[in-house]
């Protein structure tokens, strides 16, 4: 498949079209006032499929994975540096 120049502005108003067109393989040369300024296509490799993790795995691997100490210190700090909300209706 060619590779299509498209302006900066169709690419702005018809994203989700275009970028279907370059999921499917098309590619495209983006311009700003003719001038290519990008490219646009389909990813090298296709992304891996997704897998979903249940809570208990993950569980396990969290307990497995070591905190940093300083972590709940930082975190103390933050807290402490924090003001309260101020109630916008009080005056």
Known sequence: MARRSIPQRELRNDVARILRE???????????????????GPPEEKPGRRANVDSETLRRIFAATPVDEGFAEDVAALREAESEPRDAWDR
């Open 22 to 40: 370059a999921e499917a393989g098309a590619e495209f040369t983006v311009t700003v006032r003719g001038r290519p300024v990008a490219h646009l």
